[in-house]
């Protein structure tokens, strides 16, 4: 990196913008100038044309030039020489009342009669006359005896439209400059003051601009540019700056995740396009950890974005878990399944000592009939559950969780009026509802059965029922024996990493918050309520809307009830 810096780009800035600011003022000035200039000679000239028609109108110029023009080749010389003593003083009288710095009569032959250097009378004049000769008043910028000047020639006509003389008024270059200098002067020096409050806003925001880029150059910038653009877009977790609640940076593979592809940052975390549980991830009002979205199972992590110690926003990270998640619920049932035999091995093992402890007591018969037994009760459960579950993983979950209750001295019952076929959940969603509610439910009944501040011993059970609704939604409820849940925590329950167990007996809080989750993201409902009797606990009910892909529901199914029982030892 060290390599390709160069000038900044706040420097690049400052010096381009200074030249252009320069260039600019020295262009208006110059055209202030010639602007200035052009008024001033238009002006000069109409002036000059105005006098020198005036005078060329004047009866004593118009006869003493006739008169002058008349005169004989032997006698111009006093010609010239009266008619300047009638006109020369005229002529100053005029001169010194106006603007013009020179007015000259003179014959039709250049011939001056008039002139402010009187050295110059009687001599030629210098300049264009031949348009004056012709009857036409016109101006222009000659060079004369006195230096450049803006100039008028009109003629002098007498009565019968004979041309006998000339009349030119002018005024000099060097007169019509000091009559501007002063607005010049003024012209540039408020230019100059443009100028200077030009460069000084330029430098301060170059140093602004040097301070937010840090001093990097163009060529820095936007390689860091196209680096920020291509580790942005490859990296395999969706990232997003949200700032004021505007998404200003968004990569590609956190939009496929919100499933919002066709839009590109900025864009309102209000935008029409995006769904409910998409906004709520992006206002904040879904805390850190997994989230369903759509049918995507999201780990969603929230930074605070800080540069140059300022904050710039949030960070919002999302990591797609749904395969994980699934996996996760495979993984919980054959948790589950493995449980349940370690549960089942201890409980073979106590079998096994009472048999043989039977038959050591030579009692072989009633050895015989216990083992008989309960190879038919063992059998006949998991026959009927099979029977009536269609799903295997969620007959493995009913077998696994009965032998757990079974373990834990904790009777289960199991019912379902589901009709096969009609159940549309996934696996890993029923494990996640159905396991989680039953986990609760075992520990709240096994916890209260032996609660030792309890008045009186209560028998621990946990019922499980599963139904199709008339609207073919699909009905889960689980209720157990244990204390219930207070009124107090009924709107926290649900809350992630809030829990009423011991946090050194593993009680996390995770469990009822992705139950809800699941539940939401089929747009279902939970209920929790308090079940009827002295040792009912807490019912809770989760109702699932039949989603129109799946169509109509099909015919009403035949109940069936899978009870596993196990009295306290």
Do not use: C
Request: glycine share 8%; no cysteine; proline share 4%.
């Amino acid at each position: 990196m060290a390599q390709r810096r160069g000038a900044s780009i706040a420097r690049w800035f400052l010096a381009v913008h200074t030249a252009l600011l320069f260039a600019g003022a020295v262009v208006v000035f110059g055209l202030l100038v010639l602007d200035a200039r052009s008024t001033a000679q238009t002006y000069a000239g109409k002036e000059s044309r105005d006098l020198a028609a005036t005078v060329a109108a004047e009866s004593l110029v118009i006869d003493t030039v006739a008169n002058a023009h008349a005169a004989g080749q032997e006698d111009r010389a006093d010609s010239v020489a009266e008619a300047s003593d009638l006109l020369q003083p005229y002529a100053e009288r005029v001169m010194a009342s106006t603007d013009i710095d020179y007015l000259t009569v003179m014959d039709t032959d250049r011939t001056r009669y008039t002139h402010p250097n009187t050295v110059q009378i009687g001599q030629p004049f210098v300049g264009t006359i031949a348009p004056a000769l012709t009857g036409q008043t016109f101006t222009e910028v000659y060079d004369g005896t006195l230096g450049p000047s803006v100039r008028a020639v009109v003629p002098v006509v007498t009565e019968d439209g004979e041309i006998v003389g000339l009349v030119s008024a002018g005024v000099t270059l060097d007169r019509l400059w000091d009559s501007i200098r002063l607005r010049l002067v003024i012209v540039g020096i408020g230019t100059l003051l443009a100028f200077g409050v030009g460069a000084v806003a330029a430098s301060l925001l170059a140093r602004r601009l040097d301070r937010i880029t840090e001093s990097k150059g163009p060529d820095e910038l936007a390689h860091l540019f196209t680096a920020h653009e291509a580790v942005l877009h490859s990296v395999e977790e969706g990232l997003l700056l949200v700032e004021d609640g505007t998404v200003v940076l968004a990569n590609d593979e956190a939009l496929r995740l919100l499933e919002v592809p066709e839009l590109a940052a900025p864009f309102s975390v209000t935008d029409e396009r995006l769904s409910a549980e998409v906004h709520d991830l992006l206002v904040g009002n879904v805390p850190e950890g997994p989230v369903r979205v759509g049918d995507r199972v999201l780990l969603v992590g929230r930074d605070t974005a800080a540069a140059a110690g300022r904050n710039v926003g949030e960070v919002v990270s999302l990591r797609d878990r749904t395969e994980l998640q699934r996996v996760t619920g495979e993984l919980s049932s054959v948790r589950t399944i493995s449980e349940a035999l370690r549960a089942q091995t201890h409980d073979f093992s106590n079998r096994l000592h009472t048999i043989a402890t039977l038959i050591e007591l030579g009692r072989s018969d009633e050895a015989l009939r216990f083992v008989a037994g309960e190879r038919d009760l063992g059998q006949r459960l998991t026959d009927r559950v099979v029977k009536a579950i269609d799903e295997p993983v969620i007959a493995a979950l009913v077998l696994g969780k009965a032998a757990q209750a079974r373990e834990r001295a904790v009777e289960m019952h199991f019912e379902t009026h589901i009709a096969p076929g009609t159940h549309w959940l996934e696996p890993v969603d029923v494990v996640t509802i159905l396991g989680n509610l039953i986990d609760n439910a075992i520990d709240a009944a096994a916890a209260h059965a032996l609660d030792d501040t309890a008045e009186q011993a209560t028998e621990a059970w946990v019922e499980v029922y599963l139904a199709n609704g008339d609207d073919g939604s699909l009905v889960f409820q689980v209720s157990d024996s244990g204390p219930g849940v207070a009124e107090a925590d009924l709107d926290r329950i649900f809350d992630r990493g809030w829990s009423t167990k011991d946090a050194a007996a593993g009680g996390r809080g995770y469990g009822l918050a992705l139950v809800r989750q699941v539940v939401e993201s089929f747009g279902g409902d939970i209920e929790v309520s308090q079940g009827s009797g002295t040792s009912a606990g807490a019912v809770f009910t989760v109702t699932l809307p039949r989603p129109p892909a799946v169509g109509p529901p099909g015919p009403p199914a035949s109940s069936a009830r899978v009870s596993g029982s196990v009295s306290r030892q």
